[in-house]
């Protein structure tokens, strides 16, 4: 039993950091094009060349630099299908933006895809899932979306284009044993770990510095125990999302215990990513309001993310749901090697 | 990352829970959950099942063989408390022995103390009890005042304990005593292995919130215990309490993530049986799979203590990272119960009479072995390198 990242996996988590930390525009410009370039030179959308484990890992980097999307959506595009149905790389070369819809409604025939979808960026193929044969079929636009209608979130950094879509499209099975959807979840929540690390600690240093009433305010008990909670629950946000990522790994893992993994780590990091950056903002005080100071985004992606996509409350239900389905879930998984 | 046990430890784990299976009575953990109220009667019981889990070699499974243990890893220790956990088996008497005074004895006691000691724990020759807490040193653990003089050939030991769970079927107690009063509180402290049958030793049984009788204040009026006595460093007693606290904080109740995990199995099959969690029930639904999400998740945090371990590092803080999450959370699952089934966790209904009695016994959790608070304090200042201030 090795529960935790491997070495190569922190080289590869490592190398996206530092090649992020070199373009220090991308923080400030949070170009989407930018972003899946500058992964694409480290060779991250190559087809098959990450695990999930690894995947989660520069999640949490891309996390805590507050990327934009759609690096998830393609970094698991380009992990489920084989290079020949959809060569996400080659996307990236020509700047192409690859995007699964957060919401749709569209239907499917003689070759066009129409109806409306909301994407998570603007300007982007579409990959849609297929109406013909469900999941893990899918359906990509082969012309841009154009954005008939495009909308400020919470997260400034994030613009959702509630598209028309009119487009040819073609049809493409998921041929991998992965399945779409739930490794963007995985990806996005990997995602919100990493900003509410970042988003945390900042606000350690920041409490062992600013002072008042003489002392450094993280010298307080108020302040310490507030912090002690974050900790505890990024630990166990941490545990849940790279077991999840683990479980979708491992063939010795059945599909229930997947699934109760998913939801768990939804659940969990749903409600708690949320829980930790609102504590940062209240450690932090007035500072925490600004404008500049920032850490206000880390709050907003994580919210972002939480309402449009993991919602924690269904995940909780859903597990029920699983509960009720397979009497295994609520037993600790044998978790033995085959 | 590879979170799976070994074929090997999987054959373990089936070894163990075909014994359990063989040998607790069937309508444990439903019920009946935990010994009889006649607390002598409770004693032997549970005298008895560690005594047969011991026979069958499943104690001290991660302790030297050349002390009686099994010499197994961590991962194995971990499968075995596991599946007690899963079985809700009943709690040990000698839980102070094997969590406290072995693994402290194992780090600082002499070769010959080792040899002699280790293995009367483990077949049950010596039960333990632990004077640490007293009236005025409860979380200020190191403000304690029971003193050790030494006198000739003895220590005399004056002073009083509180919250000493089991002193009354213990013949041992691990005992924390100021031995240096001129020194700084923390530095003046020695730990003792004192007989509880020494002369000026009086316990007196302490009626706790559920109506049982597990804590006891221990008074030691002049009581004399050979000058060797003493576990470690004279003056160093602080300093051993606590380097091996923080490991068997993490180590030593791995049971209770399966334990709860049974006790939740347990509720989810009444509200069903009472026609709740049906898909109505949307907020009911929805928390019931927040608490098993949390419930997996203490399960992952033990898998990635026992694998760090394993795999040599050491354990310091992290442990009471562990400690806060299932204390809360065990809390969380109980209020959740009484909210699920409001009436019958205050009335007579039988078929709760489980979670009314761990309503109110979760109430000690988050205080006991280091309360919340303290433990907020050592992730702040030990894990966070928070500020520390007077």
């Given at each position: 039993?090795?529960?935790?990242?491997?070495?190569?996996q922190?080289?590869?988590?490592?190398?996206?950091?530092?090649?992020?930390?070199?373009?220090?525009?991308?923080?400030?410009?949070?170009?989407?094009?930018?972003?899946?370039?500058?992964?694409?030179?480290?060779?991250?959308?190559?087809?098959?060349?990450?695990?999930?484990?690894?995947?989660?890992?520069?999640?949490y980097?891309l996390?805590k630099?507050?990327?934009?999307?759609?690096?998830?959506?393609?970094?698991?595009?380009?992990?489920?299908?084989?290079?020949?149905?959809?060569?996400?790389?080659?996307?990236?070369?020509?700047?192409?933006?690859?995007?699964?819809?957060?919401?749709?409604?569209?239907?499917?025939?003689?070759?066009?895809v129409?109806?409306?979808?909301?994407?998570?960026?603007?300007?982007?193929?579409?990959?849609?899932?297929?109406?013909?044969?469900?999941?893990?079929?899918?359906?990509?636009t082969?012309?841009?979306?154009?954005?008939?209608?495009?909308?400020?979130?919470?997260?400034e950094?994030?613009?959702?284009?509630?598209?028309?879509?009119?487009?040819?499209?073609?049809?493409?099975g998921?041929s991998?044993?992965?399945?779409?959807?739930?490794?963007?979840?995985l990806?996005?929540?990997?995602?919100?770990?990493?900003?509410?690390?970042?988003?945390?600690e900042?606000?350690?240093?920041?409490?062992?510095?600013?002072?008042?009433?003489?002392?450094?305010?993280?010298?307080?008990?108020?302040?310490?125990?507030m912090?002690?909670?974050?900790?505890?629950?990024?630990?166990?946000?941490?545990?849940?999302?790279?077991?999840?990522?683990?479980?979708?790994?491992?063939?010795?893992?059945?599909?229930?215990?997947?699934?109760?993994?998913?939801?768990?780590?939804?659940?969990?990091?749903?409600?708690?990513?949320?829980?930790?950056?609102?504590?940062?903002?209240?450690?932090?005080?007035?500072?925490?309001f600004?404008?500049?100071?920032?850490?206000?985004?880390?709050?907003?992606?994580?919210?972002?993310?939480?309402?449009?996509?993991?919602?924690?409350?269904?995940?909780?239900?859903?597990?029920?749901e699983?509960?009720?389905?397979?009497?295994?879930?609520?037993?600790?998984?044998?978790?033995?090697?085959? | 990352?590879?979170v799976?046990?070994?074929?090997?430890?999987g054959?373990?784990?089936?070894?163990?829970?075909?014994?359990?299976?063989?040998?607790?009575?069937?309508?444990?953990?439903?019920?009946?959950?935990?010994?009889?109220?006649?607390?002598?009667?409770?004693?032997?019981?549970?005298q008895?099942?560690?005594?047969?889990?011991?026979?069958?070699?499943?104690q001290?499974?991660?302790?030297?063989?050349?002390?009686?243990?099994?010499?197994?890893?961590i991962?194995?220790?971990?499968?075995?408390?596991?599946?007690?956990?899963?079985?809700?088996?009943?709690?040990?008497?000698?839980?102070?022995?094997?969590?406290?005074?072995?693994?402290?004895?194992?780090?600082?006691?002499?070769?010959?103390?080792?040899?002699?000691?280790?293995?009367?724990?483990?077949?049950?020759?010596?039960?333990?009890?632990?004077?640490?807490?007293?009236?005025?040193?409860?979380?200020d653990?190191?403000?304690?005042?029971?003193?050790?003089?030494?006198?000739?050939?003895?220590?005399?030991?004056?002073?009083?304990?509180?919250?000493?769970?089991?002193?009354?079927?213990?013949?041992?107690?691990?005992?924390?005593?100021?031995?240096?009063?001129?020194?700084?509180?923390?530095?003046?402290l020695?730990?003792?292995m004192?007989?509880?049958?020494?002369?000026?030793i009086?316990?007196?049984?302490?009626?706790?919130?559920?109506?049982?009788?597990?804590?006891?204040?221990?008074?030691?009026?002049?009581?004399?215990?050979?000058a060797?006595s003493?576990l470690?460093?004279?003056?160093?007693?602080?300093?051993?309490?606590?380097?091996?606290?923080?490991?068997?904080?993490?180590?030593a109740?791995?049971?209770?993530?399966?334990?709860?995990?049974?006790?939740?199995?347990?509720?989810?099959?009444?509200?069903?049986?009472?026609?709740?969690?049906?898909?109505?029930?949307?907020?009911?639904?929805?928390?019931a799979?927040?608490?098993?999400?949390?419930?997996?998740?203490?399960?992952?945090?033990?898998?990635?203590?026992?694998?760090?371990?394993?795999?040599?590092?050491?354990?310091g803080?992290?442990?009471?990272?562990?400690?806060?999450?299932?204390?809360?959370?065990?809390?969380?699952?109980?209020?959740?119960?009484?909210?699920?089934?409001?009436g019958?966790?205050?009335?007579?209904?039988?078929?709760?009479?489980?979670?009314?009695?761990?309503?109110?016994?979760?109430?000690?959790?988050?205080?006991?072995?280091?309360?919340?608070?303290?433990?907020?304090?050592?992730?702040?200042?030990?894990?966070?390198?928070?500020?520390?201030?007077?």
């Amino acid at each position: 039993m090795q529960f935790e990242f491997s070495h190569e996996q922190k080289l590869i988590a490592e190398s996206v950091a530092r090649r992020f930390e070199q373009a220090s525009d991308v923080q400030g410009t949070q170009d989407p094009r930018e972003t899946i370039r500058l992964l694409n030179d480290l060779g991250i959308f190559e087809h098959a060349i990450l695990d999930c484990v690894t995947a989660v890992a520069v999640a949490y980097e891309l996390g805590k630099i507050l990327a934009p999307p759609p690096w998830a959506d393609m970094m698991a595009a380009s992990m489920t299908f084989p290079t020949q149905t959809l060569n996400v790389s080659a996307l990236c070369e020509e700047s192409t933006l690859l995007a699964i819809p957060l919401r749709h409604e569209t239907s499917f025939s003689k070759g066009e895809v129409t109806g409306t979808a909301m994407l998570p960026v603007a300007k982007a193929l579409a990959l849609l899932p297929s109406p013909h044969t469900g999941n893990p079929g899918w359906l990509l636009t082969e012309d841009i979306v154009s954005c008939s209608n495009s909308a400020r979130t919470i997260d400034e950094s994030i613009e959702i284009a509630h598209a028309e879509i009119n487009n040819p499209a073609r049809e493409i099975g998921s041929s991998s044993e992965r399945d779409l959807s739930n490794l963007r979840l995985l990806l996005i929540l990997g995602e919100m770990v990493g900003a509410a690390t970042a988003c945390f600690e900042k606000t350690v240093e920041y409490a062992k510095e600013r002072k008042q009433f003489d002392h450094e305010i993280g010298s307080y008990q108020a302040i310490k125990h507030m912090a002690a909670d974050a900790a505890m629950q990024l630990e166990a946000m941490r545990a849940a999302v790279e077991y999840a990522a683990w479980c979708t790994d491992s063939a010795q893992v059945d599909a229930a215990e997947r699934s109760a993994a998913l939801f768990s780590a939804r659940s969990i990091v749903g409600e708690q990513a949320k829980t930790i950056a609102e504590k940062c903002m209240q450690m932090h005080g007035g500072i925490a309001f600004t404008w500049d100071y920032g850490l206000h985004r880390f709050l907003k992606r994580i919210v972002f993310w939480r309402n449009t996509a993991i919602l924690p409350e269904q995940a909780g239900r859903e597990l029920a749901e699983l509960m009720a389905q397979a009497d295994s879930v609520l037993e600790n998984a044998p978790l033995e090697a085959t | 990352m590879d979170v799976a046990f070994t074929a090997e430890q999987g054959a373990f784990r089936r070894q163990i829970r075909s014994w359990i299976k063989e040998n607790l009575a069937p309508d444990w953990g439903g019920p009946r959950f935990v010994g009889a109220e006649d607390e002598a009667e409770n004693a032997s019981f549970q005298q008895e099942w560690e005594r047969s889990l011991h026979a069958a070699g499943f104690q001290g499974i991660h302790w030297p063989e050349a002390y009686g243990g099994r010499g197994k890893t961590i991962i194995e220790h971990l499968i075995v408390s596991e599946e007690l956990g899963r079985a809700s088996a009943p709690e040990g008497i000698n839980t102070i022995g094997k969590e406290l005074v072995g693994p402290i004895l194992l780090a600082l006691g002499t070769e010959e103390q080792k040899r002699e000691l280790i293995p009367r724990i483990l077949n049950l020759e010596d039960i333990w009890c632990q004077g640490f807490s007293e009236p005025g040193a409860g979380s200020d653990l190191a403000g304690l005042s029971t003193k050790a003089v030494l006198d000739g050939d003895h220590w005399v030991i004056n002073g009083q304990k509180l919250w000493t769970s089991f002193a009354r079927f213990a013949n041992k107690c691990i005992l924390l005593a100021r031995t240096d009063p001129t020194k700084p509180k923390h530095k003046g402290l020695t730990l003792f292995m004192v007989d509880m049958n020494t002369p000026g030793i009086t316990v007196r049984p302490l009626t706790q919130i559920t109506g049982r009788q597990e804590f006891n204040e221990v008074f030691f009026d002049d009581a004399r215990v050979p000058a060797n006595s003493h576990l470690g460093e004279v003056d160093g007693g602080w300093h051993a309490a606590v380097g091996v606290l923080g490991y068997e904080r993490a180590t030593a109740r791995l049971y209770r993530q399966a334990r709860f995990l049974a006790e939740f199995r347990s509720l989810i099959t009444i509200l069903r049986e009472k026609g709740l969690l049906v898909d109505a029930d949307i907020i009911l639904k929805s928390r019931a799979g927040a608490l098993l999400a949390e419930l997996r998740a203490l399960r992952l945090l033990n898998l990635r203590t026992a694998s760090r371990i394993a795999n040599g590092h050491p354990i310091g803080p992290e442990a009471s990272v562990i400690k806060l999450y299932w204390s809360e959370m065990h809390q969380r699952i109980m209020d959740f119960a009484m909210d699920a089934l409001p009436g019958p966790m205050v009335t007579g209904d039988s078929q709760v009479e489980r979670f009314r009695f761990l309503y109110l016994h979760s109430r000690a959790e988050t205080i006991y072995a280091g309360t919340s608070e303290i433990q907020r304090n050592i992730i702040a200042e030990r894990m966070l390198g928070m500020p520390r201030r007077g």
